[in-house]
């Protein structure tokens, strides 16, 4: 057993007690919702079990503890956001199962004759596959292995400036790129669940019009110029074109990428229209599945279903169940009341009071995965929204972009696997993590305050 297991072993189970056990007025069930929901982020954080197993105990031990009805536990996997995330995956298999996704990849990479030139080109890449492939875990399982096998051709070592560069350039453009389209961010897609479970309507659109200009582009254009500034690149490399494998890919495009290139395509359209059409995402991303699997037309054969990560969608459905039960059970009102006082002392503008719950959401990102932290403080950040006269939409949105300002890889999936590769230092992944953060904080918050004024959103 390591260090970091026991930890998580040892908090599961003194963080629960402490709550259970601390004085005070409040009933008993938001507390076993309270002392449940931080037994599971703990074990998320740390992972001493397999992240399912903790997810189905939790949503287990709601109903049999008394904390929610079962229906009411088990509810999240009836959820439009569930299955939309399903669709993702279920679509990005579609890239990985053809050889469409080397293709494209190799393409991009084939023309590219310098690495700063390629350093521009990954961070291009990665937003533009923020578009074409929903999964951020999947775009970093398409993309990178290409990239470990570039830095092989190169000869560079890992953690060396060249091989962190590139990494980082691929996994924080396509994480960071993803904020602004509701589809390619699982953070956002919780926050959407939550403002659909209020009847609140957003649309993909709409969703790309608040978010995207700052918060996908100015946020990759700072990424890009931060790891010109921490990792620059000396001397002049070339990249070569004959990369290995590529005799994998025929010399011409299959029938199934057509076909699945064609699908993607139609999702985008569908997806950046749904405000003209009014066909909800889920319904627009199963539609796209049955089509891509449909037996004897459709580009993969349905048997390829049993490669979805099914155990990410207990994850995401235990995180819409911490955020009911403590809902449900009156704990989020209560935190949603004391934090409205403290919100009252700033007794400024809408841009102060957004900044404001901004700040207050920002310490939570330390405790858990950004998905279960939007699961858990969406509708706390709603309640307060609607008692300080704060509109729905734009706090719920302040919660998808302080969620997306992770400062450490375990904050984010898509990081943790890109880090899996042990190509990059620790170190360097935070370097460049706080200080994107602290350069999201600073400016790029204020500055997408002043874009929602220019606009009307707010």
């Known amino acids: ?21 601390y004085p005070g007025d409040m ?89 700063n030139g390629l350093i521009l080109a990954l961070h291009v890449l990665g937003m533009l596959s923020a578009l074409l492939i929903p999964s951020g875990v999947v775009r970093i399982l398409i993309l990178m292995p290409l990239i470990i096998t570039l830095l ?29 389209v509701l589809t390619a961010s699982v953070p956002s897609l919780v926050v959407f669940g939550v403002l659909e479970s209020r009847d609140i309507t957003v649309y993909w659109g709409q969703w790309t019009l608040y978010l995207f200009p700052v918060f996908s582009l100015c946020r990759v254009a700072c990424c890009y110029a931060l790891i010109r500034l921490l990792l620059p690149v000396r001397g002049a490399y070339r990249i070569r074109t004959n990369l290995d494998g590529d005799n994998e890919v025929p010399d011409r495009v299959t029938p199934a990428e057509k076909k699945t290139l064609c699908i993607l395509l139609a999702g985008i359209l569908l997806w950046a229209t749904d405000a003209l059409h009014g066909i909800h995402p889920a319904y627009v991303g199963l539609g796209l599945v049955l089509a891509c699997y449909l037996p004897g037309l459709g580009p993969l054969h349905p048997d390829l279903l049993k490669k979805i990560n099914f155990p990410l969608l207990i994850y995401i459905a235990a995180a819409f169940s911490v955020g009911h039960a403590l809902e449900t059970t009156g704990f989020s009102p209560l935190l949603a009341n004391q934090f409205t006082e403290w919100l009252d002392l700033f007794d400024g503008s809408l841009l102060t009071q957004l900044g404001v719950l901004s700040a207050f959401i920002l310490p939570f990102n330390f405790l858990a995965d950004t998905a279960a932290v939007a699961a858990i403080l969406t509708p706390v950040l709603l309640d307060v929204a609607g008692q300080t006269g704060i509109a729905p939409l734009p706090a719920a949105l302040c919660m998808a972009i302080v969620a997306s300002c992770g400062f450490f890889p375990y904050q984010a999936a898509p990081f943790i696997l890109a880090y899996s590769f042990r190509y990059v230092h620790m170190g360097q992944f935070i370097r460049l993590m706080v200080l994107l953060a602290l350069v999201s904080l600073l400016f790029l918050i204020p500055l997408n305050f002043l874009y929602w004024r220019l606009i009307g959103l707010i």
Do not use: H, N, Q
């Open 1 to 21: 057993m390591t260090r970091k297991t026991a930890a998580g072993l040892i908090l599961a189970v003194l963080l629960p007690l402490v709550v259970i056990l």
């Open 27 to 115: 009933d008993t069930v938001p507390r076993l919702a309270l002392a449940l929901s931080l037994a599971t982020i703990v074990l998320w954080t740390f992972e001493p079990v397999p992240l399912e197993y903790s997810s189905l105990l939790l949503i287990v031990l709601f109903p049999v503890l008394g904390v929610l009805p079962f229906e009411t536990a088990f509810g999240p996997f009836s959820s439009k956001t569930v299955w939309l995330i399903f669709a993702g995956m279920a679509l990005s298999l579609g890239i990985t199962e053809t050889p469409l996704g080397t293709r494209l990849s190799r393409l991009v990479l084939g023309r590219i004759g310098s690495l």
């Open 152 to 180: 092989r051709t190169l000869g560079e070592p890992p953690g060396s400036r060249v091989s962190a560069a590139l990494i980082l350039s691929l996994a924080c453009s396509t994480y960071y790129g993803g904020t602004g």
